[in-house]
């Protein structure tokens, strides 16, 4: 069946640090991938998306590429702030499920 | 437009009780799903639904009940709280984006349910 991984964390940085976060995944057909973000004590809220290979997905300076040849969907930002801090999620959606990773809790200090 | 609402927002069971946590949306979503989040373990699949009348199981469904009498609304009854259910329920809903399948989830706050 669908699966994804995703780094472990928590991930901890300074202010303004380059971020990565990896996602890998498995699935038959062609899924459309994405990153989901949960602040504390709320529900999760779509950061991204991209629905074919070689698509980018971009918002809020994090940025996240479709790679259909080594199946991942790496999330990036350039300079992380303080705000930042959530966990963010992995996910690919199947016709009619969704499949999450387990979640990597970001902590940025000032 | 409230989007997806859920409530209660906190409920404390004792083992053996029964509950229902309501989930409404305004978007006319035909997709409709519920979540559990545990520390961990991500966010798994209970029920979802891709219309009234339709509800399937997803990856823990065992506990739970659901059913889509509306487009609005999907509750899910818990029929016998086990303290193994004490968790984090979240109902979402999407587009179903033609023959491509779910689209966009958008998802409620959630509910911090406690059994004991």
């Known amino acids: 069946g669908d699966s994804v991984t995703q780094m472990e964390g928590p991930v901890t940085l300074s202010e303004e640090a380059f971020l990565t976060i990896n996602c890998t995944y498995t699935a038959t057909g062609y899924p459309s991938l994405f990153w989901y973000v949960q602040y504390p004590g709320e529900g999760l809220q779509l950061l991204l998306k991209?629905?074919?290979?070689?698509d980018k997905g971009s918002n809020k300076g994090f940025e996240a590429t479709y790679r259909k040849e080594t199946t991942s969907f790496h999330l990036e930002k350039g300079s992380v702030q303080v705000s930042d801090s959530a966990v963010y999620f992995c996910?690919?959606?199947?016709?009619?499920?969704?499949?999450f990773g387990k979640g990597t809790m970001l902590l940025v200090s000032p | 437009n409230a989007g997806v609402t859920q409530t209660p927002k906190f409920q404390v069971l004792k083992t053996g009780q029964s509950m229902t946590l309501q989930c409404a949306q305004d978007?006319?979503?035909?997709?409709m799903s519920w979540y559990r989040q545990d520390p961990g373990m991500g966010l798994r699949l209970i029920h979802y639904s891709v219309g009234a009348g339709i509800t399937d199981q997803g990856e823990v469904p065992n506990g739970y009940n659901v059913s889509r009498s509306t487009t609005e609304d999907f509750p899910l009854r818990l029929l016998s709280a086990a303290p193994s259910q004490t968790s984090v329920y979240f109902c979402?809903?999407?587009?179903?984006?033609?023959?491509?399948?779910?689209?966009?989830?958008?998802f409620g706050p959630g509910t911090r349910l406690t059994v004991l």
């Open positions: 978007m006319n979503h035909e997709y």
């Open positions: 991209a629905t074919k290979a070689d």
């Open positions: 996910a690919l959606t199947g016709y009619s499920t969704l499949t």
């Open positions: 979402a809903s999407s587009y179903m984006a033609g023959g491509r399948g779910t689209d966009t989830q958008y």
